[in-house]
C-alpha cells in the first residue's frame, strides 16, 4: 500500500526567506502524481502544486517548486520569498497511476513571521 | 461562480441522530470524493464516485453512505451518528478521476455529542 510521510509537523521561516518542506512516499508503481496542498486558516483546500513522475523536470509555480527524487521517493516543496500570506497547513498527496485516490500526509504546519 | 459548494457550513449533533451533509459542484466534473480530516491525521477517503450513478468505498467507509443520482450533487449521510465523527469532512471533485487534480469544497465541521 502506498504511503506519504511528511516528517515535519512545524515549521517557521521570516518574510522574504526561503523555506523547504519535506515529503517522502512509498509505492511500487512507476507512473503516479504527486501534489501540494494548502490549507490556510480560511480551512480551504487550495492546489498548490502538480508534479507528475514521468516528467523528469520539476514542477514550479510562481514562487513555488518542488525537488521530486524518484529515485528517492522525495517530493519536497520550496517556497521561495516567504510571505505572511503563506502562513498555512501544507499536505503532500500521491495518486497512483491507475487510480483516483488521493493518499494524504499528515501535513506540515507553516508559520511565516514578520 | 464555479466551484464547489458544501453545507452546513458546520453543525452540532446529537448522538443516534441522522444527518446529511450536502455537496453541489458546477464544473460538470464527473467524479466526486468526500473525505475526512483529523488531527494529526491528514485527510482520509471515505467514499467516492466517478460517475453519476455509481459509487465506491474508500479507506473509512463505515458507518457512512453516499448517492450520486446526478452529476452535480453528491449528498453524505450519516445514518446513526456516533462521536467518533466528529471531524472537518471536505468534498471534492475532479473532471474525469483518474489521474485528474481534485478541487476541494470549503468543508464541513461535524460535531457529535
Known amino acids: 500500500a502506498q504511503t506519504v510521510t511528511q516528517s515535519q509537523p512545524e515549521m517557521s521561516v521570516q518574510e522574504a526567506e526561503t523555506v523547504t518542506l519535506s515529503c517522502t512516499y512509498d509505492?511500487?508503481?512507476?507512473?503516479?502524481?504527486l501534489f501540494w496542498y494548502k490549507q490556510p486558516p480560511s480551512r480551504q483546500m487550495i492546489l498548490v502544486i502538480r508534479?507528475?513522475?514521468?516528467?523528469?523536470q520539476n514542477a514550479t509555480e510562481n514562487r513555488f517548486s518542488v525537488n521530486f527524487q524518484k529515485a528517492a521517493k522525495s517530493f519536497s516543496l520550496k517556497i521561495s520569498d516567504s510571505q505572511l500570506g503563506d502562513t498555512a497547513m501544507y499536505f503532500c498527496?500521491?495518486?497512483?497511476?491507475?487510480?483516483?485516490?488521493?493518499?494524504f500526509g499528515t501535513g506540515t504546519r507553516l508559520q511565516v513571521f514578520p | 461562480i464555479a466551484g464547489i459548494t458544501q453545507a452546513p457550513t458546520s453543525q452540532i449533533l446529537a448522538a443516534g441522530r441522522r444527518m446529511t451533509l450536502r455537496c453541489t459542484q458546477d464544473m460538470r466534473h464527473n467524479a466526486m470524493y468526500w473525505y475526512r480530516q483529523d488531527l494529526g491525521l491528514g485527510l482520509r477517503l471515505i467514499h467516492y464516485?466517478?460517475?453519476?450513478?455509481?459509487?465506491g468505498k474508500g479507506e473509512v467507509p463505515d458507518g457512512y453512505s453516499v448517492s450520486r443520482a446526478n452529476t452535480d450533487d453528491f449528498p453524505l449521510t450519516l445514518a446513526s451518528a456516533v462521536p467518533s465523527q466528529t471531524s472537518v469532512y471536505f468534498c471534492a471533485s475532479a473532471p474525469s478521476g483518474r489521474t485528474d487534480t481534485q478541487y476541494f469544497g470549503p468543508g464541513t465541521r461535524l460535531t457529535v455529542l
Open positions: 509505492t511500487s508503481e512507476n507512473n503516479y502524481y
Open positions: 498527496a500521491f495518486m497512483g497511476g491507475n487510480t483516483d485516490k488521493l493518499i
Open positions: 464516485s466517478n460517475t453519476a450513478g455509481t459509487t
Open positions: 508534479q507528475e513522475a514521468y516528467k523528469q
